[in-house]
């Protein structure tokens, strides 16, 4: 009677374990990014706003709602669109982890992008996959370290450091942004050449149009992407 009831038990047992929903290891893992990234940008806007806070409330400089106003008005008629079109840019790319140490250290364009496409390149991964996002939230957390190695000193002695700098390599400064964003381009370019021509030809015409500066990069990708799409549908159907 023992064994028959010990054996039913297992039986359920075996049953009870069978019917939880699985939870695969990428879920467990984006929930923890969640959680840390939330909890770490929050905290770096608290700490953002608790110097102007001090200065304005505690020691009483606060300079007056209507300038703070018109310079926020100022500003985000500039950069507005930005704070939308950035993160839909950027995610398939960088991932969800990547996606919150790139916004929580900055330099997305010229230090985070490149370091998640070099990346992945190294281990052949594809930006969109799991081991894409793995591959570019380690590549971006190892620049990040390595910034914030170089840019602390550089914080603390930046002009002694600058005026060391000879002047003709100061003029080569405004060059590295196309330079990182060229490798870029090449690195996926090499994958597929003709989706390469095809974002080099029209990066080049939505710069020759009069267009808003915020709106030049989301013309180029949402071209590119259309256009690429269409190629490759193309090309599929030709195959069957």
Not at 123 to 147: F, R, W, Y
Request: proline residues 5%; positive net charge; contains cysteine.
């Amino acid at each position: 009677m023992a064994i028959e009831q010990l054996r039913t038990t297992e039986k359920n047992n075996s049953a009870g374990r069978t019917s939880v929903p699985h939870v695969s290891t990428m879920d467990h893992y984006h929930k923890k990014a969640h959680f840390w990234g939330r909890l770490t940008l929050w905290a770096a806007i608290i700490l953002t706003l608790s110097l102007p806070i001090y200065l304005s409330f505690i020691l009483g400089h606060h300079p007056g709602w209507n300038v703070i106003l018109t310079g926020f008005t100022a500003y985000a008629g500039v950069v507005v669109a930005i704070w939308f079109l950035e993160p839909i840019m950027y995610f398939p790319i960088l991932g969800v982890s990547g996606t919150y140490i790139g916004f929580l250290s900055g330099n997305i364009g010229n230090m985070c992008l490149p370091s998640a496409a070099a990346a992945q390149n190294a281990i052949g991964a594809d930006p969109g996959t799991q081991k894409g996002e793995i591959s570019a939230t380690l590549g971006i957390g190892a620049a990040s370290l390595v910034n914030k190695l170089f840019l602390i000193p550089i914080i603390l002695g930046g002009s002694a450091v600058i005026a060391l700098i000879p002047e003709n390599i100061q003029q080569i400064f405004p060059l590295i942004l196309p330079a990182i964003f060229g490798a870029v381009l090449s690195q996926f370019a090499i994958k597929k050449p003709l989706f390469g021509v095809v974002a080099l030809i029209i990066g080049i015409i939505v710069n020759i149009v009069p267009l808003v500066a915020y709106l030049k990069s989301l013309t180029s990708v949402i071209a590119t992407v259309i256009i690429c799409l269409l190629i490759e549908k193309k090309s599929n159907v030709k195959q069957l």
